[in-house]
């Protein structure tokens, strides 16, 4: 067992009944009439490291099922390539892999917790468990939260987390609902796909910065000056288009070249983005400035895409980057793509 200790992310969110119980008790009581004490017991039994009553007074395993679906579902629209999978791969993924991972990982770092008091991960923690440890869950705190209110039965309060060690704020709504003898129980927390938006704002921002020098350093050795645009026909059902694009670059370099990989960015009118990714052979290349070709296969099953298809292709929408530059050494500049160990 490693030795890192941290909230995970729904012991985190949970805890918040514990401060609604103390913070807003007295609202609580005038909205209702009656001593409401669930949110209080949840903190106390959260104290006393009760896990049984705590999950009296909590619904763990249905805020477990909405944070997996929310986090997921965020996940896989950010991460995985139309192109490389269909929507039953998706599914399948989804169903079979990424959701079991997250809900065991999840009840047990829970269940871990509120019964001991901390979290300890495995030294080879699973993909769910290494989101738990980089997304910064253990410096979130609680910024401030509305006064908790009636709709129908179900009673709502919005809480503002803060992530120190990310740099970002997110909102979480409880939902508690009437339940016999215990007066209410918390039944839902949504807002978990904001907190991995936010997660994912804040990461970019953070490589960006620890990239600037390793871009700068690549510019030196090949730059992109420019490039021009020229659509075809792809597939011979006419299905697919193919985009290809002339990119002219200043190319030096004291050590011999062996490929340049970049990525070709299509934005869509719904702001999402699509990458294609490209290798340029540079064995051969002279040095100074060049041209080279690449091509992207439009898609029409993909938003940016299919975007492009319809209504033509606008330049401002195309952007080219270049991610990594290897030398025939065996050496290379590259940009970073998650934030060092």
């Known amino acids: ?5 941290f909230l995970a992310a729904i012991a985190v969110l949970l805890i918040i009944g514990g401060v609604l119980g103390i913070g807003a008790y007295k609202n609580l009581q005038k909205l209702d009439n009656k001593p409401i004490h669930s949110l209080r017991a949840a903190r106390e039994a ?31 629209n950010d991460t995985l390539a139309p192109t490389a999978y269909s929507m039953d791969e998706i599914q399948n993924r989804y169903e079979n892999f990424l959701k079991p991972d997250f809900i065991n990982s999840a009840r047990t770092a829970l269940d871990e917790y509120i019964s ?15 989101f738990f440890i980089k997304s910064g869950l253990t410096s979130c705190e609680i910024k401030s939260f509305t006064m908790p209110h009636l709709v129908g039965n179900v009673m709502t309060s919005s809480v503002i987390f803060y992530n120190a060690q990310m740099k970002f704020s997110f909102e ?10 215990i007066n209410w129980r918390v039944v839902n927390a949504r807002g978990f796909e904001d907190y991995y ?27 992109v000056k420019s490039f021009t645009l020229k659509g ?7 299905f697919s288009k193919t985009l290809d ?16 990989v970049g990525n070709i960015v299509l934005l869509g009118k719904d702001g999402k983005e699509n990458f294609t990714p ?15 070709d690449v091509t992207k296969t439009l898609n029409p099953f993909i938003r940016a895409d299919s975007d492009a298809m319809k209504h033509g292709l606008r330049k401002k929408d195309i952007r080219i980057e270049i991610n990594e530059i290897i030398f025939m050494d065996g050496t290379s500049l590259k940009l970073l793509d998650r934030l060092p160990e």
């Open 46 to 76: 959260l104290e006393k490291h009760d896990l049984a009553t705590f999950k009296k007074y909590v619904d763990t395993d249905k805020i477990i099922e909405v944070a997996a679906e929310e986090i997921l579902t965020a996940q896989i």
């Open 245 to 260: 694009i002339t990119l002219k670059a200043d190319v030096y370099s004291e050590k011999p070249l062996e490929k340049v």
């Open 1 to 5: 067992m490693g030795n890192k200790k």
């Open 116 to 130: 001991t008091g901390k979290i300890i991960f495995p030294d080879n923690p699973g993909d769910a468990q290494k």
């Open 197 to 223: 938006n936010g997660y994912c704002r804040a990461l970019k921002i953070k490589l960006n910065s620890l990239n600037l020098p390793i871009s700068r350093k690549m510019d030196e050795t090949f730059k």
């Open 278 to 292: 490209f290798a340029i052979d540079m064995i051969d290349a002279a040095q100074g400035i060049q041209t080279f």
């Open 172 to 181: 979480v709504v409880l939902e508690l609902e009437p339940a016999e003898e």
């Open 232 to 238: 075809s026909d792809g597939d011979e059902y006419g």
